[in-house]
């Protein structure tokens, strides 16, 4: 029989040509890749051999049978060969990182021995092929024994990908299915067509898609500055906890990158981080840094080193100048630093990115060249910060925020005359939720904008259908934030939603604090003009925690200034707190400005404020923040909690 090779040559160009351009780049030093190189080349060799063995079957004479049997010989043992390394190839994709032990060692390479051991007896026993003696190929009972073991090799790789699919990429698990699958059918061809060499073009196609695909070596490296990037430090924290290693993590955020690029040029700024980047290795086995972010490098450790000498020495490199190698100047870098010094409550990569955003960012907010031992109470906060914005966004989607209202008692009138809006969220599968701990979070993401206009127009409707200036309510207080009050349109939109429900304009006061004032001084004035001229006023709140009080009262025409309810607190056992009390409230007075003290909480405070001249009191001795349902009772009968 002559067998048709054209496929063969198609094969062996294909994978030529991803061997040398393979060849041409550095890769990492994993076992996947070096598996795979080898993969390449005996490939490329089971492609020489089958070419080299139907020539040996279709034109040798009786006179070069023994050159048959070794051609073909030689071709079997290669060609078994392929299926037997792509089991160890689909191994290794999961277990990148671990020498194979003595039972996937079995597992993987006893078939193939048996095999070698069958192939190998065939010119004794005639098991896999023979050649009669006018020097004619004939197949043997034993390539039986070597299609089962191909098959074995098919079911033991797609068991392989099936059983980790979460820690394997699309490409990965796609690669070893299609060549499992490739096998299958073109072998079931070439046993029907016989003179086909079909096998090595399925190879060829496979070593290809597997390049194009997963050998990519810019992959896994940050070709900036290189080393290894954020794609195979996920992907070897994932093994990791896939194998339930415990390890450790140390991530270094540099700042300053940005003036320096900005003033030195891209390519300087990567030399400085070069230079960070190598100083890093020092502290590991084989020099396994890895580029996280644009500013964060991060080393992964099995055998855990002491953290603290570490860090420590870190953040002490970095109490130095850098310097560029092309140039002769000095600059300085400053860094945070997060250590991670266990994995064992890390469920995926993503947990350790949460981590280390949370840590540094909390390691920002203290001061520069400063180090964070991040906790599992990091995880969990991130966790319940994010439970909290969906919790949030929810609540916009649905409107299901709640409007609490709290009474504010005019100590001359001797009833409740204002209130003031307490936004509130319960959400189905966290329950309540503080407004001290969900407002910062919407106010970070920007659903603060949302959420105050829902506010608002709860508190409208509330207006529109209970009328409570018919029980002698003449303001509700309504808290806007930073975010909304940096808006250029803000009043516009504030403005529509009132006008919307012609509510008189008088009715509405919006509250700021003193942190807002102080961040928005300019806009503030614009904002706090256009409303006046429309009837709606300004109250200040939380006055007395800031640092510039006077500063404030001065800049801005408030119409009310709530007081804290840590300066009433204080006067319980410091008498300076006393006096600081009677001369702040005398002031606002002086400024022609309302005072109103909150977090009042007992009679002698009523009285005390009385007596020093405080025109509204707020707090728990009139009434809690309340639901609509109970509100309404309060207001109408004047209800006072404290006297009850």
């Keep these: 029989m002559k067998w048709i090779i054209h496929y063969d040559i198609v094969a062996f160009a294909m994978i030529a040509v991803v061997l040398v351009v393979y060849l041409t780049y550095n890769h990492l030093n994993t076992l996947s890749n070096r598996v795979y190189k080898r993969l390449l080349i005996v490939s490329l060799c089971s492609v020489v051999t089958d070419i080299a063995s139907a020539y040996a079957c279709s034109f040798c004479t009786e006179n070069q049978i023994v050159l048959n049997y070794v051609v073909n010989i030689l071709h079997f043992l290669v060609q078994n060969f392929v299926p037997c390394l792509y089991c160890l190839f689909a191994y290794s994709l999961v277990y990148e990182n671990i020498n194979i032990g003595s039972k996937w060692f079995a597992i993987i390479f006893l078939p193939y021995i048996l095999n070698v051991i069958l192939i190998l007896s065939t010119p004794f026993t005639g098991a896999c092929f023979y050649v009669d003696s006018a020097g004619i190929y004939h197949r043997g009972l034993g390539q039986i024994f070597v299609y089962i073991v191909a098959g074995y090799y098919i079911i033991i790789s797609c068991a392989i990908v099936l059983k980790n699919m979460k820690l394997l990429g699309v490409a990965q698990r796609i690669s070893v299915l299609l060549y499992s699958s490739e096998c299958i059918v073109l072998n079931i061809v070439q046993i029907i067509f016989s003179q086909y060499l079909l096998q090595e073009i399925g190879i060829a196609f496979a070593m290809f898609f597997i390049y194009i695909s997963m050998q990519n070596p810019l992959e896994y490296m940050d070709v900036q500055i290189g080393i290894y990037n954020r794609n195979l430090f996920k992907k070897n924290i994932n093994n990791r906890i896939h194998k339930k290693e415990d390890f450790g993590i140390i991530c270094l955020q540099i700042d300053g990158l940005s003036y320096i690029n900005e003033k030195f040029g891209l390519n300087n700024g990567n030399i400085l981080l070069k230079q960070v980047a190598s100083y890093l290795g020092k502290f590991t086995k084989n020099n396994e840094v890895y580029r996280i972010s644009n500013r964060q490098l991060a080393i992964v450790y099995l055998k855990k080193p002491d953290f603290n000498i570490l860090c420590n020495e870190i953040m002490t490199r970095f109490e130095k100048p850098f310097s560029f190698s092309n140039r002769n100047v000095n600059v300085n870098l400053w860094a945070y630093l997060c250590c991670i010094q ?279 001795y009139f009434s809690r923040p309340l639901p609509i349902s109970e509100l309404m009772d309060v207001i109408k009968k004047n209800i006072i909690k404290g006297e009850l």
């Excluded at 995926?348 to 599992?376: C, G, H, P, W």
């Excluded at 407002?439 to 209970?466: H, M, T």
């Excluded at 904002?527 to 007395?544: A, T």
Aim: glycine residues 4%.
């Design 342 to 620: 266990s994995s064992k409550d890390i469920v995926s990569a993503n947990d350790a990115f949460d981590i280390i955003d949370y840590s540094l960012n909390e390691a920002r907010q203290s001061k520069k060249n400063s180090i964070v031992f991040a906790s599992t109470d990091i995880l969990e906060k991130r966790r319940r910060e994010q439970e909290i914005t969906l919790a949030i966004s929810n609540a916009i989607t649905n409107s299901n925020f709640q409007v609490y209202y709290q009474p504010i008692y005019s100590l001359t009138e001797k009833r409740y005359t204002k209130m003031e809006a307490l936004v509130r969220l319960i959400d189905e599968h966290i329950g309540f939720i503080p407004p001290d701990e969900f407002i910062p979070i919407a106010e970070k993401n920007g659903d603060i904008l949302a959420v105050g206009e829902i506010v608002l127009e709860k508190v409208c409707s509330f207006i529109e259908q209970y009328h409570p200036e018919d029980f002698g309510i003449n303001v509700i207080h309504v808290n806007l934030s930073v975010v909304q009050c940096m808006q250029e349109n803000i009043n516009i939109r504030l403005l529509k939603i009132i006008d919307k429900y012609r509510i008189p304009h008088g009715l509405i006061d919006f509250e700021i604090t003193e942190s807002t004032a102080d961040n928005i001084s300019e806009n503030l004035d614009k904002l706090m003009n256009e409303f006046e001229k429309k009837g709606i006023h300004f109250s200040l709140d939380d006055f007395g925690t800031g640092y510039s009080n006077q500063s404030n009262l001065m800049k801005h025409p408030y119409k009310i200034v709530k007081i804290d309810k840590s300066l009433l607190w204080a006067c319980d056992n410091n008498p300076k707190a006393l006096i600081s009390l009677k001369h702040t409230i005398a002031m606002i007075k002086d400024l022609d400005m309302k005072v109103l003290t909150e977090g009042v909480e007992n009679k002698e405070q009523v009285e005390l404020l009385s007596k020093i001249g405080c025109e509204f009191l707020q707090g728990y």
